[in-house]
T-cell receptor
Framework: SQTIHQWPATLVQPVGSPLSLECTVE??????LYWYRQAAGRGLQLLFY??????ISSEVPQNLSASRPQDRQFILSSKKLLLSDSGFYLC????????????FGSGTRLTVV | GENVEQHPSTLSVQEGDSAVIKCTYS??????FPWYKQELGKGPQLIID?????GEKKDQRIAVTLNKTAKHFSLHITETQPEDSAVYFCAALKAGTALIFGKGTTLSVSS
């Protein structure tokens, strides 16, 4: 069966520090991968999605970037965190872009101080 | 791009009552509409979905209806139970893109 792993579960980082959040999927090949951010009262905001290695779409211009170094690995990064980057970051995968039924990871709670 | 509006933001009901959450979408090309349930500190989980060629779908106590003309869809939960308490998200999907979510509804079921 397919599983999705996200880590770390919680993270407290100072303003201006770098960020690296990792997401991996097991049990499937060529998944479509997604990063969402959930801020209080703002729902799930789509940040990036990827249909394959080196194929990443950015939905919101901001202080973050995404990379997909391997087929089943999706990384969310920042060179310098801002206070506004605080939130709950969720990774998800699906069989195909345009195909519903996303499976979400357990999320990373990021607090920038 | 797609925009999804969700109402209400909070909903409190008594155990056994019904709960209804409504969403509207902006892009008429969207063709898939899932609903997710999120419990505290966890990732959202898919509970029911509907495609644009269907008007209604039911799964035990939950049902979803879709009005393509009006571009709105709704989640109906009957005979609510305390374990239904959670945040519910609607979403819309256009082929070739990613899910766009509403802002969520916090449902509280009191016994």
């Amino acid at each position: 069966s397919q599983t999705i792993h996200q880590w770390p579960a919680t993270l407290v980082q100072p303003v201006g520090s770098p960020l690296s959040l990792e997401c991996t999927v097991e049990g499937t090949s060529n998944p479509n991968l997604y990063w969402y951010r959930q801020a209080a009262g703002r729902g799930l905001q789509l940040l990036f999605y990827s249909i394959g290695i080196d194929q990443i779409s950015s939905e919101v211009p901001q202080n973050l970037s995404a990379s997909r170094p391997q087929d089943r690995q999706f990384i969310l990064s920042s060179k310098k965190l801002l206070l506004s980057d605080s939130g709950f970051y969720l990774c998800a995968w699906s069989v195909r872009v345009g195909d519903g039924g996303y499976t979400f990871g357990s999320g990373t709670r990021l607090t920038v101080v | 791009g797609e925009n999804v509006e969700q109402h209400p933001s909070t909903l409190s009901v008594q155990e056994g009552d019904s709960a209804v959450i409504k969403c509207t979408y902006s892009d008429s090309a969207s063709n898939y509409f899932p609903w997710y349930k999120q419990e505290l500190g966890k990732g959202p989980q898919l509970i029911i979905d509907i495609r644009s060629n269907v008007g209604e779908k039911k799964d035990q106590r939950i049902a979803v209806t879709l009005n393509k003309t009006a571009k709105h869809f709704s989640l109906h939960i009957t005979e609510t139970q305390p374990e239904d308490s959670a945040v519910y998200f609607c979403a819309a999907l256009k082929a070739g893109t990613a899910l766009i979510f509403g802002k969520g509804t916090t449902l509280s079921v009191s016994s």
